[in-house]
């Protein structure tokens, strides 16, 4: 009896102990959820994605337009507060998300081209404000658009260290300056505004939930503070809306700012991404980790002394086989790096300026090439320009005893590799961002005019041209990730006549022979595109009034040119002639001094 006793106190007591034992681990894994800042992020996260996927379902049994909208609104709404954190941790559903409603198109080579029809909520939104309004369509649409979230949300585990946090937070206020206040994503509604406020609660609530980070708390006030200003000076109409002072102003105090918290957090980061990590302006010569643009991504050595040595071979026509051809002889330094020619003799297209070239991730009008370097081989080849090739230009360096030292001290050898590498970080230098318009938005000088800053922001805004020609480099590398440099069927013509048809250049078709890309372009940059005249890929255009206007009637389009694929808006953008002139005056304040 005493046996059993004995034996039922001790099942008692380790019942009792294990009871204790699990009581204390469920408390402390509570505590530690409630103080781990990355589990909250990912919960918050969480319940973000199940309400955006419960607003599409929603849109799914949709009965009419009106409720579609609704549902649309508020499922957009929800999938732009999990902007900042989902375009960082999943960059390709971000995408699949948020594309524009064109043709998708991915030529990884001639043997493998996609070609899909874009889902998510750029297509959704043009859909349903539509005349012609397909429910059934729109409910398909909106499905895959509720299957991809769900994608996201099954296989949703945030590894997240401070540095990432910083990260996101700088890409989401860049996105917001370059692509957001444009109208990029919303391109009916035209909502970016009240999608920009979504998206600095969203930085708000994350600075909250890290807040523990801070050592100085006072760093925590002033983001409240800012982020507070910030979103109620976003509470405007999209025409008028003040770009230039937004980014001046806010932008980049935000930027710096960022600055102040990583050093604050005492945040160590392991690499740089397009962006510099201690960056605060998106218009300056310290803005671009420049190796995140170049073939190897690693960090370079003695750039100065290499650039000096490249400036020289860039200039030099010894390197031809003619031996009266260089690249400065095309890219004149005077004009920008341009010529001034409709296309210069032998060519087929007008010459682009090579300054500012570095910033982007396709190379040549057609983007034939992915890197500074593999476009001066084509350069090197074609029998129009140096008419020779890499071992001949490499011969013709070593028998130069001047370059023979520079190579040996700056590289340690000499070969093709090393001298296409020097010519590229010459070229990689030429990114001064030291204009009128980037003094002044810097805060370095107060000398633009009113005229000037209104083009600006229409330039940004009702124009729609940044929608294309993205800021700080006005170029078509998407910001802030600056991974794809976008490609562009505008409709050009042959000629400034009555009646005039598409110029025959067929452009990224002669790359892989894909009909949907006839006519395609790359969009170049538009910094000092005073001094860049003639314009467009053949130089049809003499004055940059002639280009406004171009656009402003819906290029190809506009000019009665039928073209099945055009990305450039058909319809009229509706500007005066001194609104017009005010976009002129604000593209000449990009000269580099």
Not at 59 to 86: C, D, H, M, W
Not at 194 to 210: C, G, P, R, W
Not at 315 to 328: P, V
Request: aromatic share 10%.
């Amino acid at each position: 009896m005493f046996s059993i006793y004995l034996n039922l106190n001790i099942t008692r007591t380790l019942s009792a102990c294990l009871f204790l034992v699990l009581l204390l681990g469920c408390k402390q894994k509570q505590e530690t959820y409630e103080s781990d800042p990355v589990l909250i992020l990912q919960s918050n996260y969480k319940s973000g994605l199940q309400t955006c996927i419960k607003h599409l379902e929603a849109l799914e049994v949709a009965k009419n337009k009106t409720q579609g909208i609704k549902a649309y609104k508020l499922a957009r709404s929800a999938f732009k507060s999990l902007e900042p954190i989902l375009a960082f941790v999943d960059k390709a559903n971000y995408k699949f998300l948020n594309a524009p409603n064109i043709l998708k198109i991915e030529e990884e080579d001639a043997t493998d081209i996609k070609i899909n029809n874009p889902k998510g909520f750029q297509v959704l939104e043009e859909m349903l404000f539509d005349d012609d309004v397909d429910l059934e369509t729109i409910k398909t649409t909106a499905k895959a658009t509720k299957n991809r979230l769900n994608l996201v949300l099954k296989n949703t585990s945030l590894k997240l260290k401070n540095h990432h946090v910083i990260w996101l937070i700088r890409d989401e206020i860049a996105r917001v300056a370059l692509t957001g206040i444009t109208g990029f994503d919303s391109p009916v509604l035209e909502n970016s505004l009240f999608e920009a406020q979504i998206a600095y609660k969203t930085i708000q609530d994350i600075l909250n939930v890290f807040k523990s980070n801070f050592k100085n708390q006072n760093l925590v006030k002033n983001w409240n503070t800012e982020i507070a200003e910030t979103i109620a000076i976003l509470n405007a109409d999209f025409n008028t809306f003040d770009r230039y002072n937004f980014i001046k102003n806010h932008t980049n105090k935000q930027l710096r700012l960022l600055v102040e918290t990583q050093n604050d957090w005492s945040v160590n980061f392991p690499f740089e991404l397009a962006f510099i990590n201690n960056m605060t302006s998106l218009f300056s010569n310290e803005t671009f980790n420049l190796n995140y643009f170049s073939d190897s991504n690693k960090q370079d050595h003695k750039v100065v002394e290499k650039a000096a040595l490249g400036q020289l071979l860039f200039n030099d026509k010894n390197l031809s086989t003619s031996q009266e051809i260089s690249c400065a002889t095309c890219h004149v330094k005077e004009k920008a790096f341009t010529d001034g020619f409709k296309t210069f003799k032998k060519q087929t297209r007008n010459t682009p300026t090579v300054a500012y070239a570095a910033l982007q991730k396709s190379f040549f009008y057609d983007g034939r090439a992915g890197s500074l370097e593999g476009q001066i081989v084509s350069v090197i080849d074609n029998k129009d320009e140096f008419h020779s090739d890499l071992k001949t230009i490499t011969n013709a360096v070593l028998k130069n005893p001047k370059y023979v030292s520079a190579f040996n001290e700056y590289y340690g050898k000499i070969s093709d590799r090393e001298i296409r590498h020097a010519i590229a970080t010459y070229i990689r230098s030429l990114n001064t961002f030291n204009s009128k318009f980037d003094r002044n938005i810097n805060n370095l000088e107060q000398s633009l005019t009113k005229s000037e800053i209104n083009g600006f922001n229409i330039f940004n805004g009702k124009g729609k041209c940044a929608t294309c020609h993205f800021a700080p480099v006005f170029n078509g590398t998407v910001p802030p990730n600056f991974t794809e440099s976008e490609m562009e069927l505008i409709g050009v013509p042959n000629s400034t006549k009555m009646k005039p048809k598409v110029s025959p250049d067929l452009g990224r078709y002669n790359v892989f022979n894909t009909k949907e890309r006839k006519f395609f372009f790359k969009t170049p940059t538009i910094r000092n595109i005073e001094k860049t005249a003639p314009y467009m890929h053949n130089g049809v255009y003499n004055t940059l009034d002639e280009v406004v206007v171009f656009y402003n009637n819906g290029g190809g389009s506009g000019l009665g040119l039928d073209l099945e694929y055009q990305t450039l808006p058909s319809d009229s953008l509706n500007l005066s002639n001194s609104e017009i002139k005010d976009v002129v005056n604000f593209m000449k304040t990009l000269n580099d001094e």
